[in-house]
């Protein structure tokens, strides 16, 4: 690949692939050559060229990643909702602003130049950058960026990440533009319902979204009202979702032309048909060279970029399914990181020289050298940005004609649990304290987890490291159970002469996903613990195939259910939402006064801007969720991987999606 040098002004020729791997084209984009406008070429059924024909990392001006898939779902940074399609757009476009270093929370410039905010938090104006152009040659200009937003706020969809722009802009639990049109969404995910509505109903939702940003050329500014103060806006707008386009480019390749005549044309966007699921034309300090779905994504560095150029030329992200053969590209320094399974852990350990463990109080790791001689650099302990956590249904749904076969008799008779059974805080504290951290972190994560105490992620605004959480602790779990009054006579259940939950027990079933080792280990667990609390406390654990799984999960007949969450944003608010407000509050059937209460305060969290006392703010909402015990945190996965001791410059900050290359370089 041939890569021009403009601060030596020579040519390098890096013999990294052969020719037939990487087209570089001028405008840094992939043509368009099938009959699907969103076409991502695929890797052809010829035998795989050996590693050491093609890789020759002597120079290390490639940074190449074998991994076991190559999976692009669309470049579309208004759809793209995946972490590898993320992880491609955040290194070849760019955000108004950015995160600061390892800070997840901590905001710096980038395509704005500076920004200000309204005392009442609701109007941001950003002065734009000058002097950027895109990879295709156009200049960066303020209409590209309100267009950027614009348009993806009106393609919307429930398939992409444009509700977490749409709130901050039209109001919490307006989450898409079709509520926007007619209040109700009735043609949610439905382009072809939105284009039947009245045209004046379209055009006057599209002049909303663009009253609300609103470009001034003249001034280089972008104004950005909201419905309401926003406090985690600024960590929306630095994800890939925020990318600034070229709005004329984006025209030219088939886009919305920016009227607000035509918008319903895009809404409900999926990548099939989107026209820039297959290439990329970005500010962003590498250019698309190639795309092969299931083969290869490569990088090219962006000669004509706005800062200091990247010092690596590129970057070949390598689909190599076979573990082997990623170990001796490692061992032979054909790649500088490569996919690891757990089976590999041992045998990468050997190789290592340099070891790097997670430090949660300084957000970074901590490196030494155990031997010299050995090729590798481990990193262990940097926790996920997702977690699970165990959800106690409040009020199972069963029905006498159709009686629910989880809940056994569906009564307090030793045989069964009531429907409101996880209505009684004790009887939900009980399991609490039954649930072991330690032999679930082994069993079901041979030790790569934390255990999680509350909602907040470590790190994060809002997280305490003393806050109060559950441990494992029966007697503590027993003392639970006798202070519960199932049978609501005002005696608790250890004192009641007439019988209770302790001397009558109880009999129900926990489901999990078949083949999901981890979720059937949590009902094993349980059930163990439990019957040794208390003899006639049984838990039977029952695996159902996905899609009956996912069909309980929803009409709520289960009386526990597990449920994992991916962040989208690093914020504390991000994560209270959907357990207290949301689906998963939702499908516990928390009380009114229970989410009211949690509403009170995420609004006081949204409004405040300063991050010591929102920090405070969210504290409360921790001491609630804990003191009701609504659910019960369970583990924080954390991260494994290797890397050639040569590569520096990793930023590891848990709010990137995967890898941000720019800082990347080889010493």
Not at 327 to 344: F, H, L, N
Not at 377 to 390: C, E, F, I, K, T
Not at 515 to 522: D, F
Request: net charge negative; hydrophobic share 40%.
């Amino acid at each position: 690949m041939k890569l021009a040098h403009p601060d030596k002004g020579i040519l390098f020729i890096e013999r990294m692939m052969v020719p037939a791997i990487l087209l570089v084209t001028a405008v840094g984009c992939i043509p368009l050559t099938a009959t699907s406008p969103a076409a991502i070429p695929t890797k052809t059924n010829t035998p795989p060229t050996p590693p050491s024909e093609i890789l020759d990392s002597a120079h290390h001006l490639i940074f190449v990643e074998a991994r076991e898939k190559v999976e692009i779902d669309t470049l579309d940074p208004a759809l793209a909702y995946d972490a590898a399609s993320s992880e491609i757009i955040q290194n070849v476009y760019e955000t108004l602003v950015f995160y600061d270093g390892t800070k997840a929370d901590e905001f710096v410039p980038q395509l704005a130049e500076s920004w200000s905010l309204s005392e009442d938090g609701t109007v941001y104006t950003f002065h734009i950058r000058q002097g950027v152009k895109f990879h295709a040659g156009g200049d960066l200009t303020p209409s590209d960026v309100a267009y950027s937003f614009q348009r993806g706020l009106l393609q919307g969809g429930y398939s992409s990440p444009q509700w977490l722009l749409a709130e901050p802009f039209f109001g919490r639990g307006i989450d898409d533009i079709s509520l926007v049109v007619d209040g109700e969404g009735n043609c949610a995910d439905d382009r072809y319902c939105m284009i039947d509505l009245p045209a004046q109903t379209l055009k006057t939702a599209c002049e909303k979204v663009q009253a609300a940003i609103v470009a001034d050329d003249a001034a280089g500014t972008v104004t950005m009202t909201l419905a309401q103060p926003w406090a985690p806006f600024l960590a929306n707008l630095a994800q890939p979702w925020g990318s600034i386009m070229d709005r004329e480019w984006v025209i030219e390749n088939g886009g919305w032309d920016g009227s607000c005549d035509t918008w319903q044309n895009f809404y409900g966007m999926v990548s099939k048909e989107n026209p820039f699921s297959a290439i990329a034309n970005g500010t962003g300090p590498f250019v698309l060279d190639e795309l092969v779905q299931g083969d290869r994504v490569s990088l090219d560095w962006n000669t004509n970029y706005w800062r200091k150029m990247p010092r690596i030329m590129g970057v070949f992200l390598w689909e190599v399914p076979d573990w082997e053969i990623r170990k001796a590209m490692m061992q032979g320094g054909d790649a500088d990181r490569a996919e690891v399974p757990s089976e590999g852990y041992s045998e990468m350990k050997k190789l290592v020289g340099e070891r790097c463990e997670f430090d949660l109080y300084t957000n970074g790791y901590d490196c030494k050298v155990i031997d010299d001689f050995q090729p590798l650099r481990v990193y262990l302990g940097q926790p996920a940005a997702s977690q699970d956590v165990l959800l106690f249904n409040w009020d199972i749904k069963t029905h006498e004609e159709d009686p629910n076969p989880y809940i056994g008799s569906g009564a307090l008779d030793g045989n069964g649990i009531p429907p409101d059974f996880f209505s009684d805080v004790h009887i939900r504290k009980g399991f609490a304290y039954a649930f072991d951290w330690d032999t679930f972190i082994t069993t079901a994560f041979d030790g790569e987890a934390i255990q999680s105490r509350q909602l907040p992620l470590p790190g994060m605004n809002g997280f305490f490291s003393y806050a109060q959480h559950y441990e494992y602790n029966l007697e503590k779990s027993a003392r639970e159970f006798k202070l519960a009054d199932l049978d609501k006579d005002g005696i608790p259940a250890g004192q009641d002469p007439e019988g209770d939950v302790w001397t009558t027990g109880f009999r129900f079933q926990i489901m999990h996903i078949q083949g999901n080792r981890q979720r059937s280990i949590i009902g094993e667990s349980l059930s163990i613990n439990l019957f040794e609390v208390n003899e006639l406390f049984v838990i039977e654990s029952l695996g159902r195939p996905w899609d009956a799984y996912l069909r309980s999960n929803r009409v709520r007949p289960i009386p526990i259910m597990t449920a994992g969450w991916l962040e989208d944003i690093h914020d504390p608010h991000h994560w209270f939402e959907p357990y207290t407000q949301g689906s998963y509050a939702s499908r516990q059937v928390l009380p009114e006064d229970i989410q009211a209460q949690f509403k009170e305060i995420l609004e006081r969290g949204l409004a405040e801007t300063d991050p010591v006392k929102r920090a405070q703010i969210y504290k409360e909402a921790t001491n609630l969720y804990y003191n009701q015990c609504i659910g019960l945190p369970l583990v924080i996965p954390t991260r494994h991987f290797y890397m050639q001791r040569w590569v520096q410059g990793l930023i590891p900050n848990p709010a990137y999606q995967g890898t941000y290359f720019y800082t990347i370089y080889a010493e």
